[in-house]
């Protein structure tokens, strides 16, 4: 194999490359991304850099010195792949020829239909974002965050303690349901009612109002919430529709193995766009967290530079981590199929918990709130019954 070309030049992508030369791999490599920007740190986008406690150098990836001896073409967006003439095409007619492919071209944020034409409407997934939101979050007034997750709760968080009248808007009845269950997506979303965040569940978001600036959120209840900022933090689309006709197999992303092959000799994919095989559950999963970017690719990488040749093994339990009104948030494993939840340690009313998920008495994901010890602990237990 003597080109490699890593489509997307963020955590996962780095992390492929870095894990290319790391496994031997001593041939030509590429990088591509969208961005100009070089690879950046993104969980700080919504909390400290967002705060103005980071600035933009604090979140570089590349460490000093550090030469990967690649060639990066940056700013550069991917528009299809051509599986037989082994080439990824670009919007400014370049094409990229080579023996092996990474996909790493992660996610983008959902927006909210016939938001475009306002200002004042945001969203958070990239470092341009950040910069605009945090520009317009030093004014003060009263922001609306439409999405109660993960994203929505940091920037929430964040304005609060920047000043800001803050009011968060869910459509499911629970936040973070999803991800923790009913039960603990309650305990920790009442952080927002806590410090005087409005928290509005169950109703949906109709419309926004305003004619060049937003002015209100209009909810399908017919109520009108007043707003001089929005954020819109409803989730994340897979960026795979550049490699529409190609002959991957796309499926809420790329459909992957356990390790990362796709459907097509010498490509696989990582990241947020990749929804790997989950050998535990049976099914695929894409994971769209922080320490999936940066453990994944080794085994993906692996398998590129084997042809397949390699015994997939069982990625590690997901985690990932959240930082609210002070409170360090973790999380590992998967709620979903979790048929109890217990409070092993603390007490929810205090936000100081660890609680355990089991299914059929094994745990199967575990929560921390002010826990870190603990929580470490139990982490390592699922890691070493996986």
Same mark, same amino acid.
């Given at each position: ?25 001593? /041939? ?28 933009? $150098? ?6 000093? /010195? ?23 095409? #670009? ?64 920037? $929430? ?49 109709? /419309? ?6 937003? +002015? ?12 001089? #900022? ?29 390790? /990362? ?26 994971? +769209? ?48 199929g979790a048929d109890s939840v217990t409070v092993e340690e603390g007490a929810p009313d ?14 199967? $994901? ?7 010890? #603990? ?8 890691? $070493?019954?996986?």
């Open positions: 194999m003597r080109t490699v070309a890593v489509v997307g030049a963020s955590l996962a992508g780095l992390s492929a490359a870095r894990s290319l030369r790391k496994q031997g791999y001593d /041939g030509r490599l590429v990088l591509i991304g969208d961005e100009t920007h070089r690879p950046y740190d993104r969980p700080p986008l919504s909390k400290e850099f967002l705060a103005g406690g980071l600035g933009e $150098a604090d979140l570089a990836l590349e460490t000093d /010195g550090e030469d990967l001896g690649a060639q990066w073409l940056l700013g550069a967006r991917a528009t299809g792949l051509d599986a037989t003439a082994r080439a990824v095409r #670009l919007a400014d007619g370049r094409e990229i020829r080579a023996d092996g492919f990474v996909i790493a071209t992660g996610a983008a944020a959902r927006r909210l239909p016939g938001s475009d034409g306002l200002t004042g409407v945001h969203v958070l997934r990239t470092l341009d974002d950040a910069r605009a939101l945090r520009d317009e979050l030093a004014r003060g007034g009263r922001l609306v965050v439409i999405g109660g997750g993960f994203v929505g709760a940091e920037v $929430a968080s964040t304005a609060y303690a920047l000043g800001l009248d803050v009011t968060v808007v869910e459509a499911a009845p629970t936040p973070l349901a999803a991800p923790l269950g009913r039960e603990m997506g309650g305990i920790v979303s009442a952080l927002h009612l806590d410090h005087g965040v409005r928290l509005l569940c169950g109703v949906g978001v109709k /419309g926004l109002s305003g004619e060049r600036k937003v +002015e209100a959120v209009l909810l399908e209840d017919g109520r009108s919430i007043p707003a001089d #900022l929005v954020v819109v933090g409803v989730g994340a689309r897979p960026c795979v529709e550049w490699l529409e006709g190609s002959g991957i197999t796309l499926d809420d992303g790329v459909k992957c193995g356990a390790d /990362g092959r796709t459907s097509l000799s010498g490509v696989v994919a990582v990241g947020d766009c990749a929804n790997w095989y989950d050998p535990r559950a049976g099914r695929h999963r894409r994971v +769209e967290h922080w320490t999936g970017a940066q453990e994944r690719p080794a085994a993906a990488v692996a398998t590129l530079l084997a042809g397949g040749a390699v015994e997939p093994g069982v990625p590690r339990p997901p985690y990932f981590w959240s930082d609210q009104y002070g409170v360090k948030i973790q999380f590992a494993g998967h709620a979903a205090d936000r100081n918990v660890l609680a355990v998920y089991r299914r059929a008495g094994q745990p199967v $994901a575990v929560l921390g709130m002010n826990q870190p010890r #603990l929580f470490t602990r139990w982490r390592k237990q699922l890691a $070493a019954a996986s």
